[in-house]
């Protein structure tokens, strides 16, 4: 590990540390404060029954009745050591109400995430060599199908024909094996789309490269071409594109979760929601910030070791290479 490539690691972690910073600080501003004063909307609501002598202790347990300053560092310092605080709701901890919905929703993002590659590798894979009718009119048309239909639409298509008409899963078990991979499709699909737009376009770029022509030269198979000599050049864009996709690959997991009735963060968060539970909701959202945040800063941190072409901030200049020695590194590449 270079030098440089230290000190691009050390920037980036400092950047994406203030980065959460400043998006906690903005959670709490947008949830606790510009909305109302929480004691007023939600303690004070003669529909909520609370006692006076109710209402005092909350205040205290929460530390309501502390400056505003204060409240947002005891807020955020109680976050960095894992304490999210008391459910105004529950009077339970907020760590404990997410721990028990997080499995399920982990779950299903990770396999919408697979879903969503795997659809838009074959894709590209068959732009490339399928019949150009196929290839170059059916199938780059797909990407832009899957961006205009939207993700509850297509799980409301698949509960209805493998979950009412085939029967292939029951609505009533929707943690089962098939409701969770029906419910990953209907979430991949739509990512799928952005994922494949970003591999097609890098595919055709990589295709006219002098090391792909050297490599169609020698008879490889379409198959060991595609997986050995374009997709990872092409797929290198693809780590950023997943990356910015984390948020909505997120939150389409709650609308998912709704549509095949799972219990996830997203059922968390309508109750919250619909309670006004304000520490949860404030715990959530600060949650996805930070995993949103972490997911970009791997991608960062990952990119430029997939491709020694990134140039890093501060290091040596190199001369450029000669035509001789270009060749020479072609032909070594499609040998090896």
Do not use: C
């Amino acid at each position: 590990m270079s030098a440089a490539y230290r000190t691009y690691a050390a920037k980036r972690l400092v950047q994406a540390v203030v980065v959460i910073l400043l998006a906690y600080v903005f959670t709490f501003v947008v949830v606790s404060i510009l909305p109302g004063d929480p004691i007023t909307n939600v303690l004070r609501n003669p529909q909520n029954g609370f006692s006076e002598e109710q209402i005092q202790e909350i205040i205290a347990a929460q530390g309501l009745d502390r400056p505003v300053l204060v409240q947002l560092w005891g807020s955020f310092s109680s976050f960095l050591v894992g304490d999210l605080g008391l459910s105004m709701r529950s009077h339970r901890p907020v760590a404990t109400l997410i721990a028990e919905v997080l499995p399920s929703t982990l779950i299903l993002a990770f396999a919408g995430l697979v879903v969503a590659l795997l659809l838009a590798v074959a894709i590209a894979y068959g732009t490339r060599f399928l019949p150009k009718r196929f290839g170059q009119g059916l199938l780059r048309g797909f990407p832009s199908l899957f961006l205009s239909v939207p993700n509850f639409v297509i799980g409301l298509v698949l509960i209805h024909l493998f979950g009412f008409q085939l029967g292939v899963f029951r609505v009533i078990e929707p943690d089962s094996f098939w409701a969770t991979l029906f419910a990953a499709i209907a979430l991949g699909i739509p990512i799928s789309a952005q994922i494949a737009e970003v591999l097609i376009a890098n595919l055709d770029h990589e295709a006219d490269q002098e090391y792909a022509a050297v490599a169609r030269s020698r008879g490889l198979g379409k198959l060991r071409l595609f997986a050995k000599h374009l997709l990872k050049p092409s797929s290198l864009p693809v780590v950023t594109v997943i990356a910015l996709t984390i948020g909505e690959l997120l939150g389409g997991s709650l609308i998912t979760e709704t549509v095949f009735g799972r219990t996830g963060i997203g059922s968390l968060v309508q109750r919250s929601v619909s309670t006004q539970d304000l520490p949860v909701l404030q715990a959530v959202v600060s949650l996805a910030a930070v995993v949103f945040v972490v997911v970009n800063l791997i991608a960062d941190l990952t990119y430029p070791l997939l491709d020694p072409r990134v140039k890093l901030l501060g290091a040596p200049e190199r001369r450029p290479a000669t035509a001789d020695e270009t060749s020479s590194t072609i032909s070594q590449a499609v040998t090896s």
